[in-house]
């Protein structure tokens, strides 16, 4: 079973910037897409970006120009850069398996974007 922790959130003004991590105990990315996900109060989980094995990303509408999603085969670790961060992008984001898979859902790091 592999374990994603994800870590680099915190609280940030608007217009700030984050990076967020998900490492992984072991390195899948040679046979799985990863992504990024995120759940807002009130809200379903939503996907914000995946990266496919390929190296091709996908960013969903409202991120795109201001996300990036990259990885590092070496650190089996997939980060998301958030730039230009908005109030609106405030949720809890997660990292997963793109598709998601039920039993790789970790922990996942709260971002606060507010003034």
């Known amino acids: 079973q592999v374990q994603l922790v994800e870590s680099g959130g915190g609280l940030v003004q608007p217009g700030g910037s984050l990076r967020l991590s998900c490492a992984a105990s072991?390195?899948?990315?040679?046979?799985?897409?990863m992504g990024w996900y995120r759940q807002a109060p009130g809200k379903q989980r939503e996907l914000v970006a995946f990266?496919?094995?390929?190296?091709?990303?996908y960013e969903q509408d409202s991120v795109k120009g201001r996300f990036t999603i990259s990885r590092d085969n070496a650190k089996n670790t997939v980060y998301l850069q958030m730039d230009t961060l908005k109030p609106e992008d405030t949720a809890v984001y997660y990292c997963?398996?793109?598709?998601?898979?039920?039993?790789?859902w970790g922990q996942g790091t709260q971002v606060t974007v507010s003034s």
């Open positions: 072991r390195n899948i990315f040679g046979i799985s897409s």
């Open positions: 997963n398996r793109f598709p998601a898979l039920d039993n790789y």
């Open positions: 990266i496919a094995i390929g190296g091709g990303t």
